[in-house]
């Protein structure tokens, strides 16, 4: 199979590396030359044999969204887009609607496992008709980890599904890091009884029943920085965190521990101080390279 | 190394169990005779060899106390008590003030691991000095998880730091727990677009930011009933949890998530239809062994 | 002054009574023809002197955009339509856009005030320019409480500002209800040491630092009903809530009070049984005339 | 009626003038030498007449603790404490204990109104027997406001239910400051649309649901600091805030409004920019007097 992939960033780097490695063939499109392997879209499209497949991995929003237009434009009947970015479940619909009439198949896929994916394989998340998911199985395979198919891909449902369970799978995770970083800061601040909150952490990994890869990330970041002084508590958040609650709000599903989580990343705006909110900065750096503040 | 066990329910003799199995003699303890090895705490003295070691794996709060006070009477100096129940970390310090006149020496051992322990090993966090750690080590290793004793063990510093440990260690998970039921009942409700919840939750155990154990026991317990339908959503709190919150308070430390899984416990007392409490009620089955109080 | 009213349910009929007791002439439509004051809105319209103003208080949502849509084809260049109702602002910016090319005036006015409005007057919030505003003043004096203008007449800002700041209102309003509602739970838990509840809150209605409206409601609540025992915890949302929190949402304001209070609404509708509920549940009834779900 | 006042600060000033206003003769006695009318207990014993009436007006926790010590040896059998302070309800099952051997009776009052209790009356909330309340009746109507006793004025229940009550007012008093924080910062930040935050609040006054005398305060404060530029978001908490949660954590009362808006003191120690907590902060320096942190 050979396939164009959009977006060589941070992601899309290594997904391509990811697919070369199992003997998928990417021609891989990024606006930085540098990196690209192609001049445009059009090369790219060019580039593709006949029904192609066009991977888009680039900022959610209207990036994304201008991508896909101009792959619209690139692209014929039978060919197929799948937006695996960090997209809003309703930009899927819009996607659907513009490329529907074009004949081009469209697939929304959710892709979580950050900057280890690349070793560890990407958790898959899609939507869309049975018969372009199995179109594009080969790819997922790639991409998936390791062990049965079922326990890292999944057909969530019809366009938007997928992106749907991205989100809420982020959601998820704002609130089981904010647990850790709550927990955290109860036993940095008694600090006359617990004499290894490093250790504490680190014991959890086996045998408990708090044990997960988060943890273990955890473990890292503390191991580098036990106290964590190098880093701000200042957290950003992602759009899906946002969005989850919305859909909350929307259905009327009470959210409280994920509404505190988002809430205690929009006060670390306020103030960077919140020992909590750097163990929560540290995860992120560590499953998804994001960029940590430096504490002044 | 020939030790004593006092309390031999569900987590009792699965320990015990794990400790013949690992070359520990056992002589256990309980005031059901059925089950139990010696008439009485004085017989299960006599059957020790000097210097004695006693776990003491009983309820917390009056029952523990009272193993405990009974024991001080029946132990000679030099012996030890480890309360490897879940106690409050203060009652360590009434263990300690109890027993150290004496000349018997106290360890407090957090254990975490439900009924899983057995197989996997138990998670433990101890506190008290080092001397009596070290003294003790054959036993926590023999229950502690295969792999570095640091990944499933860590002397967390003095009496009580073991059960403060455990303490804040339930009070994450019960804010992990919440965190999967919120998620779970948003994808349940929207039933137009997830048209496959488990497959959703299963497709995160490989690859995912949010795998973890909570979430393969989540997966188990979907596997058995997807929707929940004969799970009350009455779910209990033990008092960790609650511990966890007072210390909190006491430290003047913002705990919005693990609060807020906390009220969602004493909500579900006034109604027990919540989605998210169902699923946090199933998890708890499927770690703990806990009661599932079924739907009507 | 003669203004047209549309809508003339609990609130519009209260509003009609409040105007004519302040000598605004007003002529009434409302699909229920017993208490319509004509047949229809071109009626209503052919009623009024040029240049006219209709103040429309009808369900919002598609209710009132099809009154506006309508009205916008009745009126004529110069007249003025008045959305009073619980609209979201957004729907303001959707009227103006409508009625703008055909020179009719819009202005939006939030109302607070319940039923009680009619003999105290309507908190007014509203949003437009301030001609408009101006033009419509003696409408607002008639409707507004007695007192200093300032303190029961605001104008916010341009289009939309005061279905905004009744939209804020609304969020405020929810959290007050449950801080209430969470410490008449604790009290009436707390059975063993307090002995009268009731009286409790009747004592806090003057000097405290409690004492509200709102309170003054519960107080009237608790003489009819002390525990609320003929009244059921479930607790309906109305639109402004959810709003309120989108916002905070998208301007990345932390409301974790606010959102307490929705959620454990969402919450009420699995189980009825909160007296935290129960309480807010009480309030509603006495301030807006909501239907009460009895206890079973 | 003569009584004595132990606890001339904010507080206990204001209560003596306002007792002198209301023709009860008060003997004040204060560690300050500058504002005391007597040199120490023994003399404030000496200087009332018999059966005595004290009441106690200093800081809770130890230093009360110390004065009702030092009271029951200067006192005699029939004479009278109450414990006016912001104390714990559980020092006042401590005090009974120590008194009544004695025959010294004791009631706790609850008083609530800050420093606008000398012009407008405290509302009280007093616990004790019927008798003793009976007896010291004259104080209490002469310090609480001007209208029916039952709306300033409560009988709660036996030792401790006065101090339980203002606890739980105080609780209460956190979680609405916070609705009204909450409210302001979304306003503030919706700067293109809102455009006046000050005349909203104003305008809140009358007519509408959420008025309040704590809205009253609040627009006090915006008419002297617009956008609380002036002021520090960091806000302490009081013990009562503290003991209220511990107690719904007792009695398992969900409190998730009340919760968030302590911990969200909590965060303000880690950094004062939040718009919610200088409105907070100003709240509480317009009832309280309580010392604003300058912003830097």
Redo the contacts between chains.
């Keep these: 199979m050979h396939i164009g992939l959009v977006g060589l960033g941070k992601m899309g780097n290594n997904m391509r590396a990811r697919l070369r490695e199992h003997d998928i063939e990417v021609t891989g499109y990024d606006n930085n030359p540098a990196v690209s392997d192609v001049a445009s879209l059009k090369d790219l499209a060019a580039a593709l044999p006949a029904p192609r497949i066009v991977w888009v991995m680039v900022p959610s929003g209207p990036i994304t969204a201008g991508v896909v237009k101009e792959l619209s434009e690139a692209l014929d009947e039978g060919d197929m887009i799948i937006d695996g970015g960090n997209s809003k479940?309703t930009s899927d619909f819009d996607n659907e609607k513009l490329l529907e009439p074009k004949g081009i198949k469209y697939v929304d896929a959710g892709v979580?496992?950050?900057v280890w994916?690349l070793q560890?394989?990407?958790?898959?998340?899609v939507?869309g008709s049975d018969e372009d998911i199995e179109y594009a199985m080969p790819i997922f395979d790639a991409l998936?980890?390791?062990?049965p198919r079922?326990?890292?891909?999944?057909?969530?449902?019809?366009t938007?599904?997928g992106h749907?369970?991205k989100m809420?799978?982020?959601?998820?995770?704002y609130?089981?890091m904010?647990?850790?970083g709550?927990?955290f800061?109860?036993?940095e601040?008694?600090k006359d009884?617990?004499?290894?909150v490093t250790?504490?952490f680190?014991?959890?990994?086996?045998?408990?029943?708090?044990?997960?890869?988060?943890?273990e990330l955890l473990v890292l970041g503390l191991e580098q920085d036990p106290s964590f002084e190098e880093i701000s508590?200042y957290v950003e958040?992602s759009g899906e965190g946002?969005w989850?609650?919305?859909?909350?709000?929307?259905?009327?599903?009470?959210?409280?521990?994920?509404?505190?989580?988002?809430?205690?990343r929009?006060?670390?705006?306020?103030?960077?101080?919140?020992?909590?909110m750097k163990a929560v900065a540290a995860l992120r750096n560590q499953?998804g390279g994001h960029a940590v503040k430096k504490a002044d």
């Excluded at 809420?168 to 995770?173: D, K, L, Q, T």
Aim: hydrophobic share 40%.
């Design positions: 479940f979580s496992g950050g994916g560890n394989g990407y958790g898959l998340m939507g998936r980890p390791e062990g079922e326990e890292g891909f999944v057909h969530v449902g019809p938007g599904a749907y369970a809420v799978h982020n959601g998820i995770e609130a089981i904010q647990a850790y709550e927990g800061e109860l036993l601040t008694k009884l617990i004499k290894d250790g504490t680190k014991a959890w990994q086996r045998g408990t029943v708090v044990r997960s890869w988060l943890l508590g958040d946002r989850t609650l919305e859909e909350a709000i929307d259905n009327a599903v009470p959210m409280p521990a994920i509404s505190a989580s988002i809430f205690a929009f006060v670390s705006r306020q103030g960077d101080g919140s020992p909590t499953f």
